[in-house]
Nanobody
């Protein structure tokens, strides 16, 4: 299963972006899709996860700031990011976990917050 992220770009501080991640195939069983980011010089970090049933879990770093949602019929998840700061500059990735230990990663989408 391939994942493709989109929606990244250059935005000024205080601006917003909405990222999307779409899977190339429909998963018939249970799955979880997650958002990660990797800031310059940092390790990749988990931001949050959403199950096919719409249950969302956020990491403390983005809880109350970012909003995850998904459309199971389209195998797509979203990450809404308002009030961005330069510290949010990173490559944002999505990950799909499904089946018996299977996973896929997207290629990432760059988000740059700068004036």
């Amino acid at each position: 299963v391939q994942l493709v992220e989109s929606g990244g770009g250059l935005v000024q501080p205080g601006g917003s972006l909405k990222l999307s991640c779409v899977a190339s195939e429909r998963i018939s069983g249970f799955y979880v899709m997650s958002w990660y980011r990797q800031r310059p010089g940092k390790q990749r970090e988990l931001l949050g996860s959403i199950s096919r049933f719409g249950n969302v879990n956020y990491q403390d770093s983005v809880k109350g700031r970012f909003t995850m949602s998904g459309d199971d019929t389209k195998m797509t998840i979203f990450l809404e990011m308002p009030s961005l700061t330069p510290e949010d500059t990173a490559v944002y990735y999505c990950r799909l976990n499904y089946g018996s230990g299977s996973e896929s990663w997207g290629q990432g989408t760059q988000v740059t917050v700068s004036s």
